[in-house]
């Protein structure tokens, strides 16, 4: 059974910050994993953008979504939106944008006009195979100094902290609904 938040320490005795002269206590962001988790993906991200904007004429979302057709042929338009994290309106506006430029092919459903397909143009597949060797040159940068088998530890820790997202999300909605009105959120 976790142990709750106290004053010294979180369920896994990690502090929780420093307590305040006000009575609260600030966060430690050097142990505060979300903090860690926020600043490398938007860093990493608007790196990425910038790059593949400069070399390839793509974004970071249309990247997103390019890879993410390449690893499931034939993915529907709001699977890959899901599984990359990116909002639905953004991967309507870059699949219409991949389309006229050639690179994706997106076929709507014939029984289900909601559903589209997506699948890489030969056009599409080559800038997938030039943007994945950048792709992967940079996470072997950014993992720099870390032994094959931290990697894959890494890589085992954020799989299991990922799959523990929906049901850390799912509480704070049930909480914030059972809350009276003007006391959501706190």
């Known amino acids: 059974m976790a142990r709750a938040a106290t004053a010294k320490g979180d369920q896994h005795g990690l502090p929780l910050g420093e307590a305040r002269e006000t009575g609260t206590t600030a966060l430690d962001l050097n142990i505060y994993v979300p903090h860690h988790l926020t600043v490398i993906a938007n860093r990493w991200s608007r790196g990425s953008s910038r790059i593949y904007l400069k070399r390839f004429g793509i974004g970071v979302n249309e990247w997103r979504i390019i890879s993410m057709v390449a690893v499931e042929p034939g993915v529907s338009a709001q699977r890959a939106g899901f599984l990359t994290s990116v909002d639905k309106g953004i991967v309507s506006r870059a699949v219409k944008e991949m389309e006229s430029q ?34 992967l040159e940079r996470q072997k940068r950014l993992l720099d100094g870390l032994s094959h088998e ?8 954020l799989g299991r902290i990922r799959e523990n997202l929906p049901a850390v999300n799912a509480r704070e909605l049930e909480r914030d609904e059972q809350a009276p009105k003007g006391k959501r959120g706190k």
């Not at 690179?103 to 559903?115: E, G, H, P």
């Not at 931290?150 to 820790?157: I, S």
């Open 102 to 135: 050639g690179l994706i092919t997106a076929t709507q459903d014939k029984d289900d006009a909601r559903k589209t397909s997506l699948t890489l143009t030969k056009k599409g597949y080559a800038l997938h195979d030039r943007v994945v060797n950048v792709a």
């Open 150 to 157: 931290e990697v894959l530890q890494l890589a085992r820790l």
